[in-house]
């Protein structure tokens, strides 16, 4: 019979707060799809080459990694990553509480507007949320679409939530019988 998990207690010290991230664009639409294209067609020109070759040789196959890693090197300058990382979980309910749900919203648990954005600041791990000004924060959320700035408030909160994730194993989630 194994250990049980909650006896693991340095393992359980050693654990770091979860981290999560996103990625905005944030480049030149018409010049991010000119370059793309260009590199994909260097890609599929390389795999027009090698196609019906049933193996590839080493050097071709170098060539054509090294076409790949172009590709994603190249998407870089156009994407901001954002990376947030939990907060301690009594430190969220309290930040919470600091943001009393607005007047005739008294049934919601608190104002999630401006809930969001404190988590968003709060656990934005980088870039620093001291890079930018709050004007040019605003600015840059201005700037944002919808779908953008949710995704980034999404992120911030989804990594604090403590919820049980899909992918662990039925027998961690649920009681077993005797």
């Not at 260097?42 to 172009?70: C, R, S, T, W």
């Amino acid at each position: 019979m194994s250990e049980h998990p909650l006896a693991m207690k340095d393992k359980l010290k050693a654990k770091k707060r979860p981290i999560k991230d996103c990625r905005i664009f944030v480049g030149d639409r018409d010049k991010y799809q000119k370059e793309v294209e260009e590199s994909l067609a260097n890609l599929i020109n390389f795999l027009k080459d090698i196609q019906g070759n049933e193996e590839i040789p080493e050097p071709a196959m170098n060539v054509g990694k090294k076409l790949i890693e172009d590709l994603a090197k190249l998407q870089e300058p156009y994407y901001q990553k954002f990376v947030f990382r939990a907060l301690n979980p009594v430190k969220f309910e309290k930040l919470m509480e600091e943001y009393p749900p607005p007047k005739g919203k008294e049934t919601e648990v608190c104002d999630w507007e401006a809930f969001n954005r404190r988590i968003f600041q709060e656990c934005l791990i980088e870039p620093s949320y001291d890079s930018l000004t709050e004007e040019e924060w605003e600015e840059f959320f201005d700037s944002c679409s919808h779908k953008e700035y949710e995704l980034l408030m999404n992120t911030s909160m989804d990594v604090n939530i403590r919820n049980v994730d899909p992918t662990s194993p039925k027998d961690l989630m649920t009681p077993r019988s005797k």
